[in-house]
Structures are given as C-alpha cells and as structure tokens.
C-alpha cells in the first residue's frame, strides 16, 4: 500500500472504508487519485481552482511559489495576474518575498533543514543581522564598507555568501533567514 493510499483511508474502529473521492487511475498503474463527485466536468486527478476564488488563492500562491524556483515563467504569470487584479496575495508583499528567497535558498543554493541543522552556534540569526543591518546602509554599499560588515558581523562562513544587492533584497535575504533560524530551533525542540 503506497502513502496516498494509507493517507485516504479513514479507519473506524477494525474496519477501514475508502475514501468515495479516490478512483483507480490506469495511467498510475491503477494507483488511487482524486476524482471530484461535485466538479464532473474536472479531469481524474485534477483539483478545480480558479485564481478568483478567495479560498483557492492561499493553495494557488503556494503551489507558485513552489513551482516557481523551477519554472520561472509560472511564477511570473501568477505574478501578472495579481498584478491585474485577478486575485490578491494572501500576505502581504513583504512575506511573499520572503518566501520567495527562502525557496531559492533551498532550492538553488541547497541550504536544506539538514544544512541548516549543522549552524547551532546561531550563524543563520548573525547573517540576518548582518543584511538587516546592511539594509539601513546606502547602497550600493562600498567594498570597505562590506569588509567592515564581513569583519565585525557576519559569521565564520567564506565573505561570497555576503552579497548585499539593494536596501529590499538585503531585507528579503535578512527575512529568509531568520525564518531558517526559527525553522532550525524548532526543530531542535527550543521552547517559546
């Protein structure tokens, strides 16, 4: 039994009923998938969402910002969408290009939770510092001001990480990694 197939089975008590929405799919080699009963019309195995649907626009806004890191086009159309109106994000502008640039430090730069995992001493927190602290220098900033910074606030890693670009990206980078830092304690078992 695969993990959808253990997931979409409800159990109740010694018996285990399937779930109504799951049909065999002979192009997964007759695995279970999706097949809604209220959206006919919708392909097996697809999800009906529309970009001016409030409910949908949290899940579409995920999706793209996952889909985004290995297809730029699709994040840039969702993008365009929101910039006609269509829909809205569900956060603000600021959280979304935070999250952005975490999913490009992961994705691009491979900075993964087992990465992350390996910095205890907190170097995450100190290098968001360090671009939060760059972001309220003008830009762009000069190299003896950067070797200050590299010097006296960044953490023992190799200076090119240290690439500050604009008083914005310093913020989102500075944004990105703080959430790594939470993401990294939380995951060591610190308390609130």
Not at 28 to 54: E, I
Not at 93 to 117: C, K, M, P, S, Y
Not at 168 to 190: F, H, M, V
Request: aromatic share 8%; glycine share 6%.
């Amino acid at each position: 039994m695969t993990v959808l197939e253990e997931d979409v089975k409800m159990a109740k008590g010694d018996q285990i009923k399937e779930n109504p929405h799951l049909v065999d799919d002979p192009a997964r080699d007759g695995r279970k998938t999706f097949k809604s009963d209220k959206y006919q019309w919708c392909p097996t195995g697809f999800v009906p969402l529309k970009v001016t649907d409030p409910m949908a626009v949290d899940l579409l806004f995920i999706y793209a910002l996952r889909r985004g890191v290995v297809d730029r086009e699709f994040e840039e159309a969702l993008r365009a969408v929101i910039a006609e109106g269509a829909a809205s994000p569900p956060q603000s502008e600021g959280v979304l290009r935070i999250l952005v640039e975490r999913f490009g430090q992961v994705n691009r730069e491979g900075w993964t939770a087992e990465h992350d995992d390996r910095h205890r001493t907190g170097d995450l927190a100190r290098a968001a510092a360090t671009y939060a602290r760059a972001s309220l220098l003008p830009h762009p900033i000069s190299d003896a001001v950067r070797e200050a910074l590299i010097r006296t606030e960044w953490p023992a890693w190799d200076e090119v990480w240290f690439k500050p670009k604009s008083p914005i990206r310093d913020l989102e980078r500075a944004g990105a990694l703080i959430a790594a830092e939470i993401d990294r304690r939380l995951r060591a078992g610190e308390k609130e």
